[in-house]
């Protein structure tokens, strides 16, 4: 079954800091630009980071620079975002997804064609 596996998620304090990882599962991956997502119980899903795994350029969605940090290993073809000084509202679902279009570098969900199941971030004291 072809998919992306995420992991990483859990519960931490505010401020604290949490890396999520994407793997592919049951395919060799052709696609260039893996997206992070999420989406926060009553609201939309949310393009928060992307990556061109063969560069390694990144964008971030405003809410997020300079927290959230995007890199990948393409020995494993495993994407990373590192997620730190984290907010009560950076609670949510993250989910990552891949995509060949290069319009996908915009974040937008439209242009992915491979999601993983998603992993849960909460924040809390």
């Known amino acids: 079954q072809v998919q992306l596996v995420e992991s990483g998620g859990g519960v931490v304090q505010p401020g604290g800091s949490l890396k999520l990882s994407c793997t592919p599962s049951?395919?060799?991956?052709?696609?260039?630009?893996i997206g992070w997502f999420r989406q926060a119980p009553g609201k939309g899903r949310e393009g928060v980071s992307s990556?061109?795994?063969?560069?390694?350029?990144?964008r971030y969605g405003d809410s997020v620079k300079g927290r959230f940090t995007a890199s990948r290993d393409n020995s494993n073809s495993t994407v990373y975002l590192q997620i730190d000084n984290l907010k009560p509202e950076d609670t949510a679902v993250y989910y990552c997804?891949?995509?060949?279009?290069?319009?996908?570098?915009?974040?937008?969900?439209?242009?992915?064609?491979?999601w993983g199941q998603g992993t849960q971030v909460t924040v809390s004291s």
């Open positions: 997804a891949a995509s060949r279009s290069p319009l996908a570098i915009l974040r937008l969900p439209q242009y992915y064609s491979y």
């Open positions: 049951g395919f060799t991956p052709d696609y260039d630009i």
């Open positions: 990556i061109r795994r063969s560069d390694g350029s990144t």
